[in-house]
């Protein structure tokens, strides 16, 4: 099938919203619930996206044809846009090979591509197909002494990860509604009536699902015994990971890591110098898209003081509800020097397909630039200048 232009996807899918729409006509219910799920009420994931339609930006006029520079640099690497994708675990419930499709789109774009250690690829495949941009996300697997936690940094070394990203929100494991209803740690969706039927309704999903197998963690192959199954792989995620990074590991994995070090899931200013103290070069403001602690701060508010507390010790990136390039112009005013979107682009591989990622890179570029056009800034370091608006009460 020929790729469609950005021309021609545009007028059907003309904002991320559209996108997500579209994504629940191709996706079962429970995939779609696996994705947009937050943990108990979902009110931490409600209160992201209203945070961010709070925040108003002063638009200035009268300078002029304004030619916005979305270049970035991070950890001495340019990057051609101040956002990147996020990690996110099994994408393959969405498309297979969703990762390595993300990943040669972040690529040909030049923008960050972070690999979740729970991803349906491995670290060794994403790091070939996306080698200028690849970023490995890290939880703690503690059992004989972080055993596989350390291995898993020397594998990502070895791959040429630019950056590494210890995620420290996840002490315990998270509960999710959704998920715990349809079974996805327990049963499988493969053996329950009710998924059945499910899935039955979205015949092209489950053709593909047919043809390329059901999607594990792959990246734990290798620790299990041979021709260990997809439910096998996830079942020893589950398993494995449990309890946040002390301090005192990170600075253990600061000793052996030689690039840039990042810690994720930072929600307080304390917690953020307590970071730099173990090493980190850089900080992800997150609530984990509210899928960790339905009592958690919106992310967008925890960045101003996260931002004076780091004083520019450290880049300070955030991630958690944004859903267009408004936004990412949003935080990048709120003093973010980078941002992350998870769910878009799941939503924009499961609507669009093959080009899903490529398409919405392209329609988060086009946003910021209008946004920048509108603030009457032309680089990306002016937009940590831009006044913002009294607040709105969403």
């Given at each position: 099938?020929a790729?469609?232009s950005f ?11 559209d ?5 629940l006509?191709?996706i079962?219910r ?7 799920g937050g943990?108990g009420?979902d ?25 916005p ?12 846009a ?5 990690p ?10 969703l990762?390595?499709?993300l ?12 690999l979740?250690?729970a991803?349906s ?11 200028d941009?690849?970023w ?7 059992r ?26 996840t002490?315990?494991?998270a509960?999710?509604p959704?998920d ?16 059945l039927?499910?899935?039955l ?19 734990f192959r ?5 021709g ?26 600061r ?6 070090l ?8 304390r917690?953020a ?10 900080i ?8 960790t ?5 919106p ?5 101003p003081e ?12 955030l ?11 949003r935080?990048l ?8 979107l ?7 591989a ?19 630039r ?12 002016e937009?940590?200048?831009v ?8």
């Open positions: 099938m790729m469609r021309e021609a996807l545009e007028p059907l899918y003309p904002t991320t919203q996108l997500h729409r579209a994504a006509r191709h079962p429970f995939v779609a619930a696996y994705i947009d943990s009420a009110a931490a994931a409600a209160r992201n996206r209203h945070a961010f339609d709070r925040v108003t930006l002063v638009p200035r006029y009268g300078r002029g044809g304004v030619v520079s979305l270049e970035t640099v991070l950890f001495g690497q340019a990057y051609t101040p956002f990147g994708v996020a996110m675990g099994l994408g393959a419930l969405v498309r297979p090979r990762e390595e499709r990943a040669r789109a972040a690529q040909a774009a030049k923008i960050p591509y972070v979740s250690a991803a690829a491995d670290i060794e495949t994403v790091a070939r197909l996306a080698p941009v690849f490995f996300q890290l939880f703690g697997l503690p004989d002494d972080h055993r596989v936690t350390l291995d898993l940094v020397r594998r990502a070394d070895i791959a040429g990860a630019r950056v590494l990203v210890l995620t420290v929100d002490p315990v494991q509960r999710r959704k715990i209803r349809n079974r996805l740690a327990t049963a499988g969706f493969e053996r329950r009536p009710a998924i039927a499910d899935i309704c979205r015949p092209s999903w489950a053709a593909e699902m047919l043809r390329h197998g059901r999607p594990g963690c792959e990246i290798r620790y299990l015994p041979k260990a199954s997809a439910a096998d792989l996830t079942a020893f995620a589950r398993a494995e990971i449990e309890g946040g990074f002390t301090w005192d590991f990170v600075r253990r994995i000793d052996v890591w030689p690039r840039a990042v810690v994720k899931g930072v929600l307080h200013g917690d110098i307590e970071a730099i103290g173990a090493g980190a070069d850089g992800i403001v997150s609530n984990h898209g509210g899928r602690f339905d009592a958690a701060p992310s967008l508010d925890c960045l996260i931002a004076a507390a780091c004083d520019g010790k450290a880049a300070v990136m991630d958690s509800g944004l859903r267009g390039g408004l936004d990412i112009a935080a005013a709120s003093g973010a020097a980078t941002t992350f998870g769910r878009p682009f799941l939503h924009a499961a609507a669009i397909g093959e080009e899903g990622g490529d398409y919405l890179i392209r329609l988060l570029q086009t946003e910021l209008h946004s920048m056009i509108q603030l009457g800034t032309s680089t990306i370091e937009l940590a200048s006044e913002r608006g009294r607040a709105y009460q969403a």
